[in-house]
C-alpha cells in the first residue's frame, strides 16, 4: 500500500457520459521524478490530469497523493493536501482581475497568517525563479504567452509543495521560450525535489525533460518507462505516436453501415 | 434508437417530463448554493476561510453606486408615468387629488423594487455571469479549487452579501426618485406643491407598504445573485458558451423576479 510513492494511481476508470475515457489505468510516480504523461490529442491526459488534481471523481478505481487516498478521503483531507500540490494549467488560469504578484502571493494570503510584507517578499523571491523579476505589478493581460506561463508557475510553487503538475507547458509557445520552461522544470525538480508531472504532446519537451514516460492512448496505458525505453519500444501505435504517423482506423464493415444510416 | 417507434403523445410527454426534472434540479441547485453561501459567510471566519469582505464592498460599488444614475432616470419616469395615468383615470371620477395615494402605493410596493430589480439583474447578473464564465472557460475556477479555495466562498458568498444589501438600498432610492417624478408631474399639473404632495404620499403610506416592496427586493437580489452565478458555472464551449450564458442568465433573472413578484404581491394582498 504506502509504498513510498509520490503519486500512485490504480485501475482508475473514468467516464464522460456513457463514454469510457480511461480505462484501468495504473500509474506510479516516484518521489522526485518528472513524470510525462504523453499521448495524442483526445487520448485522455487531461482528464488524467484532472483526476489527479481532484477535480472530478473517478468511476472507480483509487488514485493516491502522498500516500493519501483522494477518491476516498474528506473535503478538509484534501484541502490540507493541497497545500503540497502546485499545478500550472495550460493557459495559466491567472486571474485577471488581480496583478501577477497578487496572483503569486494568493496561496499565502489563503493559506499562511503571513503579514503583509513577508508575503510580497516570498511572491518577489518566486517570481525571481521564474525570471519574472520586476514584473509583479503587471496584470496577466499586459503579459505574453511564456511569462503568463512563468507567473503561473510562480503561484503553483508559492507554498513550496512536493507535488507540481503542468498541463501542456510548451503548447502555443515559439520553441525558444518553451525550451526555457523546459530549463525551469529540470531545474525545480533539481533544486526543489518537487515531483513533478508534466502532461504534453510535444515530443522534443517530453524527451528533454523526462525521468519516465507514459505513453497514453484512447485511454489506455499503451507503456511506461525511461525515454530509451520508449524511443525503442516495438509497440507499433508508439511508433507511430513518435514518427508523427496517422492512426489506421480498423473499420468494422457492421459498425460503419450502421453509422451511415443513422440506425 | 427505440424512441423513433413511440408514438408524438409519448415522446411529448417525456420530453416535457425532462424539462420538469431538469428545471427541479436547477432549483434543487440553487438552494444548495444559498445554503452554502450563507455557510461560509457565517462559519468561514471560525474556520480560517473567511469571506472578504473587500470583495463584497466591490461588489456592492458595482452593483449599487454605478446603476444609481439610470436607476434614478427610469424611476423618475415611472413616477411621472403613474402620475400621468392616474390623473386621466381620476379625472372621470373628479377625483384627481387621489392619485397622490395611487403613486405611493404603486410605487413602495410594485414599481420601486420591480424595477430596480430589473435593472440590476440587466446590469449587475449579466456581468456576474459572464465575469465566472470566463473564469470558468480560463480554467481559473480550476486553479481556485486545486488552490484549495473554494470558489463559492470566493466568489459567491461576496456576491450574495453586497446583493442583499444593496437591492434593497436602490429600491429606496428608487421608491424617492420615482415619488419625486410624481411629484414634479402633479406641481405642474395640479399645482399641487411638493409639501403638500410629501405630506400626503407619507399620510398615506405605511410601514408595511414600503417594507413590503423592501422584501421583495431582498428575493430579487438572491434570485439575481443565484442565477447570475449558475449560468456563469455553466458555461462551457469557449467565448461562445460565455456570450449565450450571459443572455440566458438575463431573461432567466427577469422571468424569475417578475413571477417572484406576482406570487409576493397575491399573497401579501390576500
Ligand atoms: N467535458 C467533457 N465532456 C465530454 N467529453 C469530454 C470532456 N472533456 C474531454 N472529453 C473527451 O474525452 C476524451 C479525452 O479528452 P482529453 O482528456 O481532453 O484528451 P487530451 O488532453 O489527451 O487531448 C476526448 O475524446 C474528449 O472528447
Ligand atoms: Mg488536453
Given amino acids: ?263 | 434508437m427505440a424512441e423513433t417507434r413511440q408514438p408524438a403523445l409519448a415522446i411529448s410527454l417525456a420530453r416535457v417530463g425532462r424539462g420538469f426534472v431538469a428545471l427541479l434540479e436547477e432549483f434543487g441547485y440553487y438552494l444548495a448554493l444559498v445554503v452554502e453561501s450563507f455557510f461560509w459567510i457565517v462559519l468561514g471566519p471560525s474556520r480560517r476561510q473567511p469571506v472578504r469582505l473587500s470583495a463584497a464592498v466591490q461588489q456592492m460599488v458595482e452593483i449599487g453606486i454605478n446603476g444609481l444614475p439610470i436607476v434614478f432616470v427610469l424611476s423618475f419616469a415611472i413616477g411621472v408615468m403613474l402620475a400621468i395615468q392616474g390623473i386621466h383615470t381620476l379625472k372621470q371620477f373628479g377625483a384627481e387629488t387621489q392619485v397622490v395615494l395611487g403613486i405611493a402605493l404603486s410605487v413602495t410596493r410594485e414599481f420601486g423594487p420591480l424595477i430596480t430589480g430589473i435593472l440590476i439583474a440587466g446590469r449587475s447578473g449579466s456581468a456576474l455571469a459572464a465575469r465566472i464564465g470566463t473564469m470558468v472557460v480560463n480554467q481559473e475556477i480550476d486553479a481556485l479549487r486545486v488552490m484549495g479555495i473554494n470558489p463559492v466562498r470566493y466568489l459567491v458568498s461576496p456576491v450574495l452579501i453586497a446583493m442583499l444589501v444593496m437591492v434593497p438600498l436602490v429600491t429606496l432610492f428608487s421608491d424617492f426618485a420615482a415619488l419625486l417624478g410624481g411629484a414634479v408631474f402633479c406641481n405642474i399639473e395640479l399645482g399641487l406643491s411638493y409639501a403638500a404632495y410629501w405630506d400626503q404620499s407619507t399620510g398615506f403610506m405605511t410601514t408595511d407598504d414600503v417594507l413590503q416592496g423592501l422584501a421583495k427586493s431582498v428575493v430579487f437580489g438572491v434570485i439575481i445573485a443565484l442565477v447570475g452565478v449558475t449560468n456563469g458555472f455553466a458555461v462551457s464551449g469557449g467565448a461562445e458558451g460565455v456570450g449565450k450564458s450571459t443572455t440566458r442568465a438575463v431573461v432567466l433573472a427577469i422571468s424569475y423576479i417578475v413571477l417572484a413578484d406576482m406570487a409576493f404581491t397575491y399573497f401579501l394582498n390576500r
Fill in chain 1, 1 to 263: 500500500m504506502s509504498s513510498g510513492a509520490a503519486i500512485e494511481v490504480d485501475e482508475l476508470v473514468t467516464h464522460y457520459g456513457s463514454r469510457r475515457i480511461l480505462d484501468r489505468v495504473d500509474l506510479r510516480v516516484e518521489p522526485g521524478e518528472i513524470m510525462v504523461i504523453m499521448g495524442g490529442s483526445g487520448s485522455g491526459k487531461s482528464t488524467l490530469l484532472r483526476h489527479l488534481l481532484g477535480l472530478q471523481r473517478p468511476t472507480s478505481g483509487s488514485i493516491r497523493l502522498l500516500g493519501m487516498d483522494i477518491t476516498a478521503s474528506s473535503p478538509a483531507e484534501l484541502q490540507a493536501l493541497r497545500r503540497n500540490m502546485g499545478v500550472s494549467f495550460q493557459g495559466g488560469a491567472l486571474l485577471s482581475s488581480m496583478t501577477v504578484a497578487e496572483n503569486v502571493m494568493l496561496p499565502l494570503r489563503e493559506h499562511t497568517a503571513l503579514d503583509e510584507q513577508t508575503m510580497q517578499i516570498v511572491a518577489r523571491m518566486k517570481l525571481e525563479v521564474v525570471n519574472l523579476g520586476g514584473f509583479g505589478e503587471l496584470k496577466p493581460a499586459q503579459l505574453s504567452g511564456g511569462m503568463i506561463k512563468r507567473a503561473a508557475l510562480a503561484r503553483a510553487i508559492v507554498m513550496d509543495p512536493k507535488l507540481l503538475f503542468f498541463d501542456e507547458p510548451s503548447a502555443g509557445l515559439d520553441p525558444v521560450v518553451a525550451a526555457d520552461l523546459d530549463e525551469l522544470i529540470i531545474k525545480l525538480r533539481d533544486t526543489m525535489q518537487m515531483t513533478i508531472v508534466v502532461v504534453t504532446h510535444e515530443l522534443d519537451s517530453a524527451f528533454k525533460i523526462a525521468d519516465r514516460i507514459t505513453v497514453l492512448d484512447h485511454g489506455r496505458i499503451l507503456l511506461t518507462g525511461s525515454v530509451d525505453e520508449v524511443r525503442s519500444s516495438r509497440i507499433q501505435r508508439v511508433q507511430d505516436l513518435l514518427n508523427r504517423r496517422p492512426r489506421e482506423e480498423e473499420i468494422d464493415p457492421d459498425d460503419y453501415l450502421r453509422r451511415l444510416t443513422g440506425g
